[in-house]
């Protein structure tokens, strides 16, 4: 670790990047941001820093900032080294968590060797004649949130109770009256949220209803739900305005979608679910275990258009399934179809895993880097932030360098390759409890497209024990002794399986 600056005058010559917080977009388009930027380029100019132009911003509440995408960058920037201090205008605009603040000074910036400046107080997180006063100001900073929230609650009570008004912001359909500063009805939006009313008693789905009505999904699902819209607040008492909709079709809208929901309102009965890994394929988000199906809850179109159509005919028509989730027993059954297969092709690898293998990169960390800089692409193309990207893309080349340097991985047992081959089929049949342990050891990452295709990644272990070449040998991609680069495919329960079979360089046998 750099050593840290102990004293002020220590910071000369240092290379500065800039942080800085507002709790909300409409105070960042303010004037707090400039009296921020303004303490930070005095603190340059007195304290000889070097700018380098490197500068974060968030608009978030301080209980939460520490989760954000800015923050992410910034760390990431910081265990790159693109700087030396962090210069933040005011304490409270840092955090207003204590816990968080302590938590990133001594376990992620220190470490990485940047210090922090806090130009209002003139403290220097690495100084420690300075420590008992940071903590008192992250204290004071807390302490003042916690206390605004409750006059806040306080006064949202006062305003239910005496006005019938709910308070906040006004969902969608509704605004603040200028004057009154109640809840008022928007007539502008008024004919969309009749519209979306009608749909949704017509039985169709929220996503559909989103896409009629041109309204994000989560708005829909939130509009559809409240009583809000039938002119009553939650608490079941009459609202102070009219409702926006007739009060039979709000209530025809929630027996709707009392027949529809998966659950009953009790809480879901928890049960593993084995396949953490699952991918969409097409766009990368996670499927997520949910009432006995795993799930893509925002669905792409691949993935939608990849649903399976029975034979079964509905009025002359094919009942095609939503194409949204399967049972979680359906992509289950082809896991275990693929370690039967690799179970089959056990024998094929004996000679490969009781070979002694020439140096090699880090292949996984090669594939985790390239996932890695994706990501980073869609978080640019989302916030266009060109310094945090690249930060992060040096960051990942320093990573990228070590990974492609040469290792031998050490020679293993065949054997005991065979034996953990063979014995995987079993072990998910007779210990159910157990196949999220077997998938996690066996799979890094699954990715599907309903149910026609799904690509694996194998974990390291996996790698080691010869279970990618075993499966492509089972698949008849390459017989006993070759080396080939490419991958095994089957075709299980009528659609593709592919694992990817890492390249290997050629190998000399032991003895």
Known sequence: MTRLPATADDLRGLRAA????????????????????????????????????????????????????????????????????????YVARWQRNLRRVLELLEDQL???????????????????????????????????????????????????????????????????????????????????????FELAAARLADRDVAGATGLPLYTVRGMLTSPLYAGRLRTGERGHWAPLVDVKLWEQVQAVRDRRRTRDGQPAKRRPYALTQLHCASCGRHLIGDTGRYRHLDPCADFLAARRVPRARVRGQHRATPGHSYRAAEYEEIALDVLERVSLGA????????????????????????????????????????RALEAIMAALDEQEATARELSAPPAMDAGEAVDFLRNLPKLWIEAPGSR??????????????GMRSMRIEPTATAIHHGLAEAFASAAGG???????????????????????????PRSRAVG
Request: hydrophobic content about 40%; proline content about 5%.
């Open 18 to 89: 800039r942080w800085i917080r507002e709790s909300t977009s409409g105070q960042y388009d303010r004037f707090g941001p400039a009296s921020q930027r303004e303490l930070q380029d005095a603190a340059i100019r007195r304290l000889g820093l070097v700018d380098t132009g490197l500068e974060w911003e968030a608009a978030q509440s301080g209980r939460t900032v520490h989760a954000s995408a800015s923050m992410r960058a910034m760390l990431a920037a910081a265990a790159a080294g693109a700087f030396d201090v962090l210069l933040v205008g």
């Open 110 to 196: 220190h470490p990485a060797g940047v210090a922090v400046w806090f130009a209002d107080e003139e403290i220097l997180s690495s100084n420690e004649r300075h420590w008992d006063q940071l903590v008192d100001e992250a204290k004071a900073a807390e302490s003042w949130l916690r206390k605004h929230r409750r006059r806040v609650r306080e006064g949202y009570a006062a305003k239910l109770a005496t006005k019938r008004d709910p308070g906040g912001r006004p969902p969608f359909g509704f605004r603040r009256d200028p004057e009154t500063k109640l809840l008022a009805i928007d007539p502008d939006a008024l004919p969309v949220v009749r519209r979306a």
């Open 347 to 386: 024998e094929a690898i004996a000679d490969v895993v009781a070979s002694t293998r020439e140096p090699e990169p880090d292949r996984l960390a090669l594939a985790r880097i390239d996932r890695e800089r994706e990501a980073a692409l869609a978080r640019y193309r989302h916030d266009r932030d060109a």
């Open 436 to 449: 999220r342990a077997i998938a996690e050891s066996a799979f890094e990452r699954i990715e599907v497209l």
């Open 478 to 504: 390459y017989g006993r002794g070759e080396r080939r680069q490419g991958s095994g495919i089957h075709v299980i329960r009528g659609w593709r399986v592919t694992m990817d079979v890492p390249p290997r």
